[in-house]
């Protein structure tokens, strides 16, 4: 069983930073690729930044910049620094991980983490 578990959101006010973790856990062989999307009230979940396990990031338009996606592999985990935040940035962040267990690769969630930022 893989699980994928989120920490580091909450209340920020405009301008200011939050760091979010994402900690893999399980029966793990490996990891391709790890990303950060987020949902926004009334929205559909968007792609905020993604990083291969080999290879350049990728990041969505609107936080270019002022986000950094980067991860520990020897921890399993990414890590999304979040600066200059906007009330804009305001959503549930979901970790996404590419990992290859019990034979074949699979696609997993987090449950997802608020960040609110107040303007």
């Known amino acids: 069983q893989v699980q994928l578990v989120e920490s580091g959101g909450g209340l920020v006010q405009a301008g200011g930073s939050r760091r979010l973790s994402c900690a893999a856990s399980g029966s793990i062989g490996s990891i391709d690729a790890m990303a950060w999307y987020r949902q926004a009230p009334g929205k559909q979940r968007e792609l905020v930044a993604a990083l291969p396990s080999a290879g350049s990031t990728n990041y969505a338009d609107s936080v270019k910049g002022r986000f950094t996606i980067s991860r520990d592999n020897a921890k399993n985990t990414v890590y999304l620094q979040m600066n200059s935040l906007k009330s804009e940035d305001t959503g549930v962040y979901y970790c996404?991980?590419?990992?290859?267990?019990?034979?074949?690769?699979?696609?997993?969630w987090g449950q997802g983490t608020q960040v609110t930022v107040s303007s």
């Open positions: 996404n991980a590419r990992i290859f267990s019990s034979g074949w690769f699979r696609t997993y």
